[in-house]
């Protein structure tokens, strides 16, 4: 019978040891002592249920901001090559000799040159423009 009383005796010396540790990590978490009074461990019990709160909207918040900027564009390139009767012309090199007539043949300064519009007709040889939605003419290739 001895041994049954000493068992019996260590159940209730575990259960205060793991209540008095409750009430400790209690205290330091609402930052009140073990010894408050029951309407003070209530408000304590409130204040633990913001927190907890509060950080579940900032992780929350956090995670919104990773997944947006994830996301990343493609930039492609582009190139055109126009190539007829053993010659062969990009995109900028027409420009450029459309550029050149602006200046030379039309006697135009550089910084009016705005925009421009290419139509190239290769059976003919030729290069049609339109330079600022207005200035039409055309030249050879």
Known sequence: MAETKKT??????????????????TAKETTTTAASAEPKK????????????TAKK???????????TVAKKTVVKETVHVQFADKSYTAEDL?????DVWKYDLNQKEEDFKSVELYVKPEESV???????????????
């Not at 900032?58 to 947006?68: F, G, I, L, N, P």
């Not at 420009?95 to 550029?99: E, L, M, P, R, S």
């Open 8 to 25: 019996a005796s260590a159940k209730p010396a575990a259960k205060t040891t793991a209540a008095k540790a409750a009430d400790t990590k």
């Open 42 to 53: 209530a408000a304590a019990a409130k204040k633990t249920t913001t927190r907890k709160t």
């Open 58 to 68: 900032e992780t929350a918040k956090k995670e919104t901001v990773k997944r947006t």
């Open 95 to 99: 420009v450029k000799i459309a550029k």
């Open 127 to 141: 290069v049609y423009y339109v330079i600022n939605g207005e200035v039409q003419g055309n030249f050879g290739i």
